[in-house]
RNA sequence: GGUGAGGUGGGUGAGUGGCUUAAACCACCAGUUUGCUAAACUGGCGUACGGGAGACUGUACCGCGGGUUCGAAUCCCGCCCUCACCGCCA
């Protein structure tokens, strides 16, 4: 969420970024609208707190009245505060109105992005930022894609994940469990390297939690549900991390935050069915390692390009072709300033897979999680959250079994054979 | 699932209707003193929304939401959460 005084000094930037975001023109006006309602609420609000003090000084002089044997004033008085009450009602009831609203518009506006964020209506438009610097790899005619390759090599069973669960589940075996389990490691120990924190986050969050980090209430559709006991399965491990730090303040000193955590992730893509499912390519469970910053406001975008190159750093290692883009204002989140997507080449599907999405939010998820910082005059300040997929499982493995295949099998990458024990899998 | 206890500032913890402006202690910050460190002393020390150039100042907040009252941390109702023990259990 924006705040208002954000939005008052910088209203002309708001509605920029409205635009570059493909806005319906004829909505503009709320940025207008909430300058507005927060008007009236300052106004109601100024008139309740003086109503409310002379109340309080009435009452306080009660007191003293009593005190001193003087009943009857003490009477007299009664009947004076009891004169106010109506309109200290009705001045209750008008600011609580003036919030309200105020808040359901707020939740509409989302974040303001960077001035390098390009215009653009869809993934179409994003900005090649930057790629691995390499020709693309190509496969002869008989090249198979990974769901073919995970059978030959019985690596990953999907129809076994449909009977066990349903389609979006697949089941990982033999060797292709241990690759996966390679992957992880080897993903939480180069965050380690890099300096983040390794956390085992709870799995199932409240409702508190959801709300924090903005899946609640736009992104209601996304999560599964346990209903009976009100709990989210997490999407990412983006939610239960950042809430970590939900109400807190921080010192200056403490930054930065670093903290990485390995966790599955349930997604219920609702109407997400078209010709882009199959095989890994869009799964209702998968795991992932994601990275996770709280940033002083000056230092945060220092923060990004170094998330960046580590991300970068992975793939290099990985040996996997990639490239880099600037997600243009009509494919970026609602909750992001500025989003770079990592694609992998998947070269037997002849596609661009996301397997990482880098964003900073700057203060938009902070100020829902309540999350500051004290300035040296000891003044609070909303801190920076930026996070990263370092990186996405699945298509990760897609992408492996494809580039890597071979007559004599699937080679592993280098980096990856201290983890997987085995060379090839044949 | 059952029973009981409890939720007060960064922490411990007092507070059963107005002498609370939430005590006291610890932690923290600044200063004084002292070769250094420590100790002692003095002062400061919550968050949010307003007003004011500023010193300051108004209001709200004692888990959350209602209610009673001129007045609620305190009384009443509902909810949430935590802890302990029992049962079940990896």
């Known amino acids: 969420m924006l705040q208002v005084p ?4 910088n209203r002309e ?11 319906p023109e004829d909505e503009l006006n709320i ?15 100024a008139s309740l707190d003086e109503l409310l003090a002379k109340n309080n000084q009435l009452s306080k002089s009660i007191g003293a009245l009593y005190k001193e044997g003087k009943r009857e004033e003490a009477e007299q008085m009664k009947s004076a505060v009891a004169a106010l009450k109506d309109n200290t009602k009705n001045l209750q009831d008008q600011l609580q109105k003036a919030v309200n609203q105020l808040e359901e518009l707020l939740l509409k506006v989302p974040n303001t992005v960077h001035p390098s964020v390009p215009n653009g209506n869809s993934d179409a438009d994003n900005e090649v930022h930057q790629d691995w610097g390499k020709a693309l790899p190509e496969l002869g005619e008989d090249a198979l894609p990974h769901w073919d390759l995970a059978k030959k090599y019985n690596l990953i069973d999907f129809e076994l994940g449909v009977k066990i669960s349903g389609s979006g589940f697949p089941l990982f075996r033999g060797q292709g469990s241990k690759l996966q389990r390679a992957l992880i490691n080897f993903f939480l120990d180069e965050a380690h390297e890099a300096g983040y924190e390794e956390i085992i986050p709870p799995l199932l969050v409240n409702e ?26 997490i999407p990412t491990a983006e939610v239960p991390i950042t809430n970590m730090l939900r109400d807190v303040i921080l010192e200056e000193s403490d930054f930065p935050i670093k903290l ?11 109407g997400a069915y078209g010709k882009d499912v199959r095989g ?13 910053e709280v940033a002083h406001p000056d230092k945060s975008y220092e923060v990004l390009d170094r998330m ?14 990639y490239r880099i883009l600037r997600l243009c204002g009509g494919d970026i989140g609602f909750t992001s300033a500025l989003t770079f997507d990592f694609e992998v080449y998947s070269a037997a599907q002849k596609k661009w897979l996301e397997v990482s999405s880098v964003s900073n939010f700057e203060t938009f998820q902070s100020n829902r999680l309540k999350l500051r910082y004290r300035d040296a005059d000891r003044k609070t300040h909303l801190a920076h959250t930026l996070n990263g997929s370092a990186l996405a499982l699945a298509r990760i493995v897609a992408a492996i079994l494809e580039n890597n295949q071979s007559p ?19």
């Open 280 to 292: 890994l390519n869009r799964v209702h469970q998968f795991d992932k390692v994601e990275i996770v």
């Open 408 to 426: 004599e099998g699937i080679v592993i990458p280098k980096a990856l054979q201290a983890y997987t024990k085995f060379e090839i899998i044949s």
């Open 260 to 270: 990485t955590g390995h966790t599955p992730c349930f997604r219920r893509e609702a």
């Open 13 to 23: 930037r708001v509605i920029a970024s409205l635009k570059t975001r493909n806005y």
């Open 6 to 9: 954000f939005i008052r000094a």
């Open 308 to 321: 960046l190159s580590h991300v970068e750093s992975l793939l290099q290692k990985l040996e996997l072709p």
């Open 208 to 233: 508190a939690s959801a709300r924090g980090t903005g899946q609640l209430p736009d992104k209601e559709g996304q999560m599964y549900h346990a209903e009976k006991d009100d709990f989210y399965l």
């Open 31 to 45: 940025v207008d609208e909430i300058i507005a309602v927060d008007d009236s609420r300052k106004s109601t609000q």
